[in-house]
């Protein structure tokens, strides 16, 4: 497994902030939908608090995908397959991450739920087969949540942190620091002017044209 | 490019985004959760056959009910009465006022049986259509298949029924003399060997609300009276009777709360949407014959519509006054599976599984997560009627007795007439209300005249009204003139019209005021114009005084900041617990709490007898409306959304200007309401009147304690 020092950092960190918020949503939606009643109020903060709990179990799984990438692929710079297979890999890493909080959620509410039923019992004209019934019912609901909630998860992971990649220039960077693909030699070399005027289907030739100017490093 | 798309959001998502109450943040998830919700709640419901020959079945115009005669009440076993255990017969529950005490005579005494017998909504014959509106196969009792093309007669439906009809019997009221009904349960009894299929109390219980007469708890019917006495349980069993004493008295003997139009419906808890749906609904006009204000003479008084005949033995009839009971129903295809959380309380039906059995009888499904809305509409329990009216004006008393559709009524003409909305090639939830009136066009007016606390201050034109469910409004049309002022001729054809689209419970798709679709038009009732008819009746002015509206304190702000607040929301706690008030769910035992308040008190809702307050009812959004019914009193709006409204109400609820006993809720909205709570003590309740949300959990229990 990859050290600390070998973590890529810059690449990793948005990509599970966009994780996170991104599957979160989906998880306070559902429970919005079929969760426990005491837990579907103020949506909206409910998700941004989430989202930065969970931030850290995102981002272990996407350092993960992406050593698992760069092992796979080396440090980079990757070829346009490569930034797709590294990609996946880390979808299916926060897709992971969001199913198991799906069902940790589904498992908390449906203890709520039962607690709820329990006490409405003193009243009710459900027997003891009904509520099975209902116990029944409500355990195949949060099953189903479960599934939907990871297809929608899986679904705008794909978008948006295909999206994220997109606006880094098609890049996917796994290497540490600040540019193991990238030597700052390259970066350095290239007129600000040029950057700008860059467009992303080009950006993969600038390093390559910027380097033969530029002497090498010393360290 | 991005403008124009920025101002097409602004002018059509945006009021979208706002009428559902999508428009924040916490609205944006609850658009998602509500979205999501639907795909986990798959819901499939039958298509009803095409009834093939509309407004051919006469409007059935209730007659009143006639009293037991003296010597009749004297041989009931035991006689009602104002003695300890009198009230019912589990020999535990007095009448908490007699009418003596108020001063007032004895009361006339009724007697009404809950019956299991049939019913049926139409005598035309029916094509069996599938939801794109093809012909289908359709089935007998004996499960005999008959191929698709078929024209079939209905097999009536198994209904329980206040006296075994539907609606049930209509009791002519006066203010001044009291009413004891006598309500015995027969569902036990089945002499007809029917199939009582699948809803409804399962155990047959039954439990009276007269809505909303100012009753004592013990007449009220009420969940939270229910179990905590009287019977202790959700209902009257099969044998058990009770006596509801209805004393047609004002609350606090004010003149100005007396209302005009009561219906009576089943509420034992947790089915009352599937005991209403099944039949037990019944008609309660109350005249007001001080000075002859409004007793059913138009010769007297306001001289509103109505020409009344006496009876020897008290009762009256009141000609060219007419209650329209409006309730929709779905009929069973054969085909469509019977699943519901309440599956295991049926066992004879063996569910979850199809019932070809049951083909052409109504189906009711008792906990659908959109709400259960039918796709037949029917008036007076039959299905597009035709009313031959003179040429007059008529006092129509509207109510809505369904279980969770919103109508929106319009007279409207048609040159071509009705035609099937499958031959106008729609399908699926554009095939609800089976008839439209392509070239339909507003004819007349209505002249409102009354809500559901009674007469108006002043009468209201209206090109077209709101009919939630239990609501009433009572109208007068005129017959012998149109909107433009040409006169009508005998034999014209007017037809009263529903131009809502409602294709789940949960709000509706189109109307007036939200996105209004002008090819949904769908006749309802067919009026035909017959021959001139005396009329002394006047149309009230827009100036003519009705009733003066109950005084407001005016210290009602101050009195507000001390407010009790509802929030009715929807969410899951569990098995079919899924509408909630305050985030909890209904505790028949113990009266609710309220929000934290403006002064920062979250109090019980307990008021002393005697008192007034405010209370402040919300909708806590996901895109659902809610009829929100107090128990006991009428209350006056406030405000809405903030605006105070006690003076010019907003265009989306013009009679917010009356007394009504049922908050209209848009989706976000927030109403606060002023009432008092007099006479009695005891346990009452809240709840949204859509009736499976009642039936699962939005409700909650208040009660009035001794000053």
Same mark, same amino acid.
């Given at each position: 497994?990859?050290?600390? %020092?070998?973590?890529? +950092? ?6 599970? #902030? ?7 949503? +989906? /998880? ?18 409910? +998700? ?5 709990? /969970? ?8 350092? /993960?995908? #992406?050593?698992?990438? %760069? ?9 346009? %397959? ?89 890049? #996917? ?25 860059? /467009? ?20 | ?12 998502? !945006? ?79 007095? *009448? ?96 007809? $060997? ?12 039954? @439990? ?105 033995? $008290? ?20 085909? =469509? ?12 039906? *063996?569910?979850?599984? =199809? ?10 499904? *008792? ?63 554009? @095939? ?110 827009? &100036? ?52 934290? &308040? ?32 107090? *128990? ?10 903030? !605006?105070?409204? =006690? ?34 003590? $005891? ?25």
């Amino acid at each position: 497994m990859t050290g600390i %020092r070998q973590v890529p +950092w810059r690449t990793a960190l948005p990509l599970a #902030l966009v994780a996170a918020l991104g599957s979160e949503f +989906w /998880v306070v939606a559902v429970r919005g939908a079929v969760g426990a009643t005491e837990r579907t109020s103020e949506p909206f903060a409910q +998700w941004v608090l989430d989202s930065a709990v /969970v931030l850290p179990a995102y981002l272990v799984a996407v350092v /993960v995908a #992406l050593s698992v990438a %760069r092992r796979r692929y080396g440090p980079g710079p990757l070829a346009p %397959r490569q930034v797709v297979g590294s990609l996946l890999m880390v979808v299916l890493a926060a897709t992971l991450v969001a199913a198991v909080l799906l069902a940790v959620d589904a498992v908390v509410d449906y203890r709520l739920q039962m607690q709820n039923l329990g006490r409405s019992s003193a009243h009710g004209s459900c027997t003891d087969a009904c509520f099975a019934q209902q116990h029944r019912e409500t355990i195949v609901l949060q099953v189903k949540a479960v599934g939907l909630g990871t297809v929608l998860a899986l679904v705008s992971n794909v978008v948006l942190l295909g999206v994220l990649v997109a606006l880094r220039g098609g890049r #996917l960077d796994l290497s540490a620091g600040r540019s193991a693909a990238y030597p700052a030699h390259a970066r350095v070399a290239v007129p600000r002017h040029e950057v700008l005027r860059v /467009v992303p289907g080009r950006v993969r030739e600038r390093p390559h044209r910027a380097h033969e100017g530029v002497p090498p490093p010393s360290g | 490019m991005l403008g124009t798309g920025l101002a097409t959001f602004g002018g059509v998502g !945006v009021p979208y985004l706002s009428a559902k109450g999508w428009l924040s943040a916490d609205g944006a998830f609850a658009a998602v959760s509500t979205a999501i919700g639907d795909q986990l709640f798959t819901e499939v419901f039958p298509t009803s056959p095409l009834i093939l020959d509309p407004f051919v079945d006469e409007l059935p115009v209730p007659e009143a009910l006639r009293p037991l005669s003296p010597d009749a009440v004297s041989k009931l076993k035991p006689p009602p009465g104002p003695g300890p255990g009198e009230q019912n017969s589990y020999r535990n529950e007095q *009448h908490q006022i007699w009418p003596s005490t108020l001063g007032l005579p004895d009361p006339i005494v009724y007697e009404i049986d809950v019956l299991v017998r049939t019913h049926s909504f139409t005598s035309s014959q029916v094509l069996p259509i599938d939801n794109a509106g093809n012909p289908t196969v359709s089935f007998d009792a004996d499960l005999n298949r008959y191929p698709a093309g078929t024209k079939r007669s209905l097999p009536p439906s198994t209904i329980y029924g206040f006296n075994g009809t539907f609606p049930g019997p209509m009791i002519n009221a006066e203010y001044g003399k009291p009413a004891l009904v006598r309500f015995s349960n027969h569902l036990d009894e089945n002499p007809m $060997g029917l199939d009582r299929q699948d809803f409804g109390s399962p155990v047959w219980q039954f @439990l009276t609300h007269l809505h909303n007469g100012h009753t004592a708890p013990e007449s009220d019917g009420n969940p939270h009276y229910a179990i905590t006495a009287g019977p202790h349980a959700h209902g009257f069993f099969p044998t058990d009777w009770v006596d509801q004493l209805y004393l047609n008295h004002p609350a606090g003997g004010d003149e100005t709360e007396k209302q005009s139009f009561f219906w009576f419906h089943d509420h034992t808890m947790d089915f009352t949407g599937a005991n209403v749906y099944k039949g037990m609904v019944g008609l309660y006009p109350i005249y007001d014959p001080k000075d002859g204000t409004d007793m059913g003479d138009e010769r007297q008084g306001l001289r509103l519509p109505g020409v009344r005949t006496n009876h020897a033995d $008290g009762s009256f009839d009141v000609k060219y006054d007419i209650p329209l009971a409006i309730y929709d129903c779905r009929l069973d295809d054969g085909v =469509t599976l019977h699943h519901d959380i309440h599956d295991d309380q049926f066992p004879d039906a *063996h569910n979850p599984r =199809t019932h070809p059995e049951w083909w052409g009888m109504t189906f009711h499904r *008792h906990f659908p997560n959109h709400g259960f809305v039918g796709d037949i509409f029917t008036v007076n329990g039959t299905a597009y009627p035709v009313l031959q009216v003179d040429r007059r004006k008529y006092r129509f008393r509207f109510l809505d007795c369904s279980v969770s559709r919103i109508y929106e009524f319009k007279m409207m003409s048609s040159t071509k007439g009705p035609k099937s909305a499958v031959s106008l090639g729609y399908s699926d939830d554009e @095939l609800d209300g089976q008839y439209r009136i392509p070239d339909g066009q507003q004819c007349m007016q209505f002249t409102e005249i009354a809500t559901d606390g009674g007469l108006l201050p002043f009468a209201i034109k209206r090109d077209s009204f709101e009919l939630w469910p239990a609501k009433r409004r009572e109208v007068i049309i005129d017959f012998t003139r149109y909107l433009d002022g040409h006169p009508t001729t005998k034999g014209d054809v007017v037809y009263l019209t529903n131009i809502m689209k409602m294709e789940d419970g949960r709000m509706w798709d189109s109307s007036s005021r939200f996105s209004f679709d002008p090819d949904y038009m769908v006749p309802m009732v067919k009026f035909v114009i017959g021959d001139d008819a005396p009329d002394a009746s006047v149309l009230p002015g827009p &100036n003519k005084k009705l009733r003066d509206l109950p005084p407001l304190p005016a210290d009602w702000r101050t009195l507000a900041q001390d407010r009790k607040i509802f929030e009715v929301k929807r969410g899951s706690a569990g098995g079919e617990i899924e509408w909630l008030i305050n985030g909890v769910q209904f505790d028949p035992e113990n009266v609710a709490r309220s929000l934290k &308040n403006p002064q920062g008190k979250s109090p019980l809702a307990l008021q002393p007898r005697g008192s007034f307050a405010v209370w402040e009812i919300r909708n806590g959004g996901g895109g659902w409306v809610h009829p929100f019914h107090l *128990h006991m009193e009428e209350h006056r709006t406030l405000t809405r959304n903030g !605006v105070d409204v =006690t003076k010019n109400p907003l265009p989306s609820h013009p009679d917010d200007r009356s007394r009504e006993d049922l908050v209209a809720l848009d989706p976000g909205e927030s109403v606060l309401v002023y009432r008092g709570f007099r006479t009695f003590v $005891g346990p009452y309740v809240a709840h949204c009147h859509n009736l499976l949300h009642e039936d699962h959990a939005m409700m909650f229990a208040w009660s009035i304690t001794p000053p």
